[in-house]
């Protein structure tokens, strides 16, 4: 599986931004993005099930971010709507070899290279 992110950019607060990720060979993989603040870990932020009939999505982004996929195109999206200076970091989708992965990254095999999301205030 190989995973390419796209979507970044510079937005002031209250912005909004929709990252997409295009992967080969993902349909039978839930995914999921993560993000990584400078001088922080990186964290989770979203997951979608293989299907995508089941989603998940970290308490700090609840209600302003949505993550969705279309498997005919082998495409991951991420809706950010009300961005915050802290959403500032680089995203990276990810692509697990199981149905519902959850927010650990253990629990994904496949990584993008990541795009850049800066939040002025």
């Known amino acids: 599986v190989q995973l390419q992110a796209s979507g970044g950019g510079l ?3 209250g912005g909004s931004l929709r990252l ?3 992967a ?3 349909s039978v993989y839930s995914m999921g993005w993560f993000r990584q603040a400078p001088g922080k870990e990186r964290e989770f932020v979203a997951t979608i099930s293989a299907s995508g009939t089941s989603t998940y999505v970290a308490d700090s982004v609840k209600g302003r971010f ?4 279309d498997n005919a195109k082998n ?4 809706q950010m709507n009300s ?7 680089v995203y990276y989708c990810a692509a697990s070899g199981y149905v519902v992965a959850g927010a650990t990254e253990a629990a994904y095999d496949y990584w ?3 795009t850049q ?3 002025s205030s």
């Open 83 to 89: 961005l915050e200076p802290a959403d500032t970091g």
């Open 75 to 78: 495409m991951l999206y991420l």
């Open 11 to 13: 937005v002031q607060a």
């Open 117 to 119: 999301v800066t939040v």
């Open 66 to 69: 949505t993550i969705s996929r």
């Open 112 to 114: 993008g290279q990541g």
């Open 20 to 22: 997409s990720c295009i």
């Open 24 to 26: 080969s060979g993902s």
